[in-house]
């Protein structure tokens, strides 16, 4: 962590520092790909995952295209559209006006279904077991869309790739009308024309009968949910049978007032039933103040919701402070503290989601070697690596790992330990949480 106010430095980490960044970044040198293939054998939690982040720049094109082709007068120009397909160093400011342009693009429930079903596939692929993607639902009545059928459009994609999974019954398309108003979320808000080349017609896992307040309407067994569904146990990974566990966040934006935070939180907690299992704080870290957010989160923790809050991506020690003093499930980030707030941190045990690669990007940490992980690592505090925004920053979870064996010199073994205890902070209930600790136990055994 970077410290401010205070004399010295973070304590040296006493293993061999070698400086990789990610393959393509200005002034680095790509992981080694032995590393990064051992590091795709590696079942994988990621917790950090940003939708709007994490969209493949090749899709953004092909909507742009789509929408021109309609006659639609295009939100980017050619210039921005670079800007947000490139891989590169960014500020933190950056970042916020390139998520705004993405945000700008993907304004319909299609496009975001979509963007969702990728977005699985892809960490999926990456043999991630388990993945918590956080969104900010969106109003844009110019679209006819409101929060809530945001979500269920990102829903529908969710359950879209999951019904793709190895040993998954095919989505009957021909048998129900996908876009009946009895079945809430579906309709515009399913996955059209094509998800990887495949058509999405809107299929869907565990359709059951809506409730008069939008959402699932029959019990579920702890790890039904359509946004929770896996195929047999009898492998571990996802080309062998396993599949991916995908729950939902919904982030609450530092723009939004008390009353948009509170409906944010209000939405989470009925949409429990298709997977939503926690909310973010999140957005442009400049703006805003906790006072206005802080009343929505203690609502959210009430309703049994797992709260997770990106924390001093900047130097606000008194925000800190407070969110720290909140003691969430897990923390974001966390770079810019100073020694007392370090201090704190650390006897607070809270669990830190840390993007090495974002980090380093966005100018938070000055490198790799440099990144407040070592000293975490070393002094047992739990970690769990994650991507941030693979779209974006152009990484995977696997090159995440890669990075942190390289730059931090971490053995197979060490990565694969961290990854198992990385299931522990997940918002996951006990029973998927047992399903993923024997997942990684098998990986271990061979590891």
Not at 324 to 346: Q, S, T, V, Y
Not at 377 to 394: E, I, K, M, N, R
Request: hydrophobic fraction near 40%; aromatic fraction near 4%.
């Amino acid at each position: 962590m970077a410290e401010h106010g205070a004399e010295g430095t973070a304590a040296t980490v006493t293993k061999k520092h070698v400086h990789v960044e990610a393959k393509g970044r200005k002034g680095g040198q790509p992981c080694d790909e032995s590393i990064l293939l051992a590091c795709r054998q590696i079942p994988k939690v990621e917790l950090h995952a940003h939708l709007n982040g994490s969209v493949r720049p090749q899709t953004i094109r092909e909507i742009l295209e789509e929408r021109s082709a309609a006659g639609e007068a295009l939100p980017v120009t050619e210039l921005q559209l670079k800007d947000i397909t490139a891989c590169g160093d960014r500020s933190l400011a950056d970042c916020f006006r390139l998520f705004d342009l993405i945000h700008a693009i993907t304004t319909t429930h299609a496009a975001l279904s979509r963007i969702a079903a990728e977005v699985v596939r892809d960490f999926a692929e990456d043999r991630v077991v388990y993945l918590e993607l956080r969104t900010t639902p969106k109003a844009r009545p110019e679209y006819g869309m409101t929060k809530e059928s945001y979500i269920k459009a990102v829903l529908d994609g969710i359950e879209f790739a999951l019904s793709q999974q190895p040993g998954q019954q095919p989505c009957d398309t021909t048998s129900k009308d996908l876009s009946s108003p009895s079945r809430p979320g579906r309709g515009d808000g399913a996955p059209k024309g094509k998800v990887d080349g495949r058509e999405a017609a809107g299929c869907t896992l565990g359709v059951m009968a809506p409730r008069m307040d939008g959402c699932c309407g029959v019990a579920l067994s702890p790890a039904d949910g359509p946004a929770a569904v896996t195929s047999d146990d009898s492998a571990d990974g996802i080309t062998d049978g396993v599949g991916i566990i995908v729950k939902l966040l919904l982030s609450i934006d530092r723009r939004e007032d008390a009353a948009a935070a509170l409906e944010t939180v209000q939405l989470a907690a009925r949409y429990k039933c298709r997977g939503v299992v926690g909310v973010d704080l999140s957005g442009n870290p400049y703006v805003g103040s906790w006072a206005s957010w802080s009343e929505a989160l203690a609502v959210a923790r009430a309703a049994g919701l797992g709260v997770t809050l990106h924390a001093g991506e900047v130097y606000t020690p008194f925000e800190t402070a407070a969110m720290l003093a909140f003691r969430p499930d897990r923390l974001g980030h966390c770079c810019r503290l100073d020694r007392e707030l370090a201090e704190a941190l650390r006897s607070s045990a809270i669990p830190l989601e840390l993007c090495l690669t974002s980090n380093v990007l966005t100018q938070s940490v000055p490198s790799y070697p440099e990144h407040h992980f070592a000293e975490l690592y070393v002094a047992g505090h739990p970690v769990v690596l994650c991507t941030d925004d693979s779209g974006v920053f152009g990484t995977t979870l696997s090159r995440e790992y890669a990075i942190a064996a390289t730059a931090f010199g971490l053995s197979m073994s060490a990565l694969m330990e961290l990854s198992r205890k990385s299931v522990e902070y997940t918002f996951a209930n006990e029973q998927e949480k047992q399903r993923l600790r024997s997942i990684m136990d098998r990986a271990s055994a061979t590891t």
